[in-house]
């Protein structure tokens, strides 16, 4: 954990929210400069910040996230701006975030193999050229249907709950493989890889 404050308010903050390492009175530019060390070292690194302060961390970090009632400056260098005051609307982004992924890759392999099979039976004379063109026309109209649909309401019930150390989803936003990085009122604190 990285923070301005007070040696006896960092220390106070990081036994409080279990931070195995932390250093206060930290400037501006030595945060910017850990979180270059960071990505220098092969970590992905997002910031989280809400001031003027954070502004040059944010610039160099891989994913800059600003609170939409901070500082205009940090939400304008910010490539995301949050409106939640709870860090762990992190974690609901970031399973929406992997949903979406997951479903580009799947319409992605879906559109390759069915119009390739398209392809080939119409070379093949099996398919006419106006099945084939209605097939094309019907799977691109399935996909589009598929992508507007909401996949997120299973996850609802597990998101919506306050995430305690106990929680699932805890354990996922600490335990993710890329080191990440939030800072929130002057706080600036980092999960550890586990493998």
């Known amino acids: 954990m990285l923070t301005g ?50 502004s040059p961390a944010l610039s160099a970090a891989n994913v800059g996230i600003a609170i939409s009632d901070g500082a205009a400056i940090a939400r304008e260098i910010a490539d995301v701006t949050i409106a939640a005051e709870n860090l762990f609307e992190l974690v609901t982004l970031r399973q929406l975030s992997s949903s979406l992924m997951n479903r580009i890759h799947s319409n992605y392999r879906f559109v390759i193999g069915f119009n390739g099979s398209l392809i080939v039976l119409g070379a093949a004379g099996i398919l006419l050229p106006a099945q084939s063109a209605m097939l094309h026309n019907l799977s691109t109209l399935g996909i589009s249907l598929r992508s507007m649909t909401n996949r997120r309401h299973g996850n609802r019930a597990a998101l919506r709950g306050s995430l305690s150390r106990e929680h699932p989803a805890y354990d996922k936003a600490i335990k993710s493989k890329a080191r990440s990085c939030l800072y929130r009122s002057g706080l600036f604190a980092c999960s550890r890889e586990t493998q």
Request: a negative charge.
């Open 5 to 54: 404050d007070s040696e006896r308010t960092a220390a106070a903050i990081a036994a409080q929210v279990g931070v195995d390492e932390y250093h206060a009175e930290v400037l501006p530019e030595d945060k910017a400069h850990f979180v270059e060390e960071e990505r220098a070292a092969g970590h992905t690194v997002i910031m989280l910040g809400d001031g003027i302060n954070d």
